[in-house]
């Protein structure tokens, strides 16, 4: 059993981030997921971001102890832009929160820091909590520019009027999503106190309160260890939240 020695008075969040995964079956995992929380539920809140199309078949199951997120949001409410969701959408399918500037998204639909802005802002008024991704590719990592970068993407892609309740942080270097690879605790423990010190500096009281999440190859083996970093608020997790088995695997790190 995991004691998370960092910041205890932040409630931790993991969050599932499906991606482009998932049809009708897969809602079992989410009913599974269901079940184990209410037979031992951890001490951090849950999430789950499924692609749009399941976004209202999960809320139908009123999945108790797990909120349901989405992956991304259009800056504006309604329009004449084709295959985009607005975050109003996303609230009127039961999401409460939306991913905003996850790197395949900058990387897949060029999205800059000022369009990630855009989004958090469009979160914020639609009522969402706003989950903003950072992080360094190994290139970056490599020529010892990560902090640089990281706090950059924070300063360009965050409204002046971020709460801790409408925003959250999630550091994932690009290196390390889907690859298995992963920092070393020193390196994860140097990015969030940077990250926090930055929030600290921007948002005064409410930066000290705010959710920093680790993302990036995230899995029951190394979640103890991750999420006892200081300043590690919880885990943004993309693979391993596809079975109810391994994301309750990881919030074992919080029971
Ligand atoms: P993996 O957990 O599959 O590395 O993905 C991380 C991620 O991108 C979550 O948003």
Not at 72 to 97: F, P, V, W, Y
């Amino acid at each position: 059993m995991a004691t998370q020695k960092s910041t205890p008075k932040i409630k931790a969040l993991v969050a599932g981030n499906w991606k482009m995964n998932g049809t009708g079956k897969q809602l079992a995992e989410l009913r599974k997921l269901m079940t184990a929380v209410g037979r031992r539920k951890p001490k951090a809140d849950i999430m789950i971001c499924p692609p749009a199309t399941l976004l209202s078949r999960m809320a139908a199951l009123k999945p108790k102890g797990v909120a349901l997120g989405g992956q991304d949001c259009h800056a504006n409410i309604a329009g004449a832009h084709t295959g985009d969701i607005s975050a109003e959408m996303l609230k009127d399918a039961g999401a409460r929160a939306v991913i905003v500037g996850h790197s395949e998204r900058r990387a897949d639909h060029d999205e800059s820091d000022k369009a990630v802005r855009a989004k958090v802002e469009a979160a914020h008024r639609a009522g969402l909590t706003a989950i903003m991704c950072v992080g360094e590719s190994l290139k970056q990592r490599k020529a010892g520019e990560t902090l640089k970068i990281v706090q950059a993407q924070l300063r360009g892609s965050l409204p002046i009027d971020c709460s801790a309740k409408n925003t959250v942080i999630a550091y994932e270097p690009v290196w390390a999503i889907g690859s298995g690879l992963t920092p070393t605790v020193a390196q994860v423990e140097e990015v969030h106190n940077a990250l926090r010190k930055a929030l600290l500096r921007r948002f005064g009281d409410e930066g000290a309160k705010m959710r920093i999440l680790y993302g990036g190859s995230v899995k029951p083996t190394n979640a103890d260890e991750l999420m006892a970093v200081p300043n590690v608020n919880g885990a943004l997790v993309g693979g391993a939240s596809l079975t109810a088995k391994d994301l309750y695997g990881i919030l074992k790190a919080y029971c």
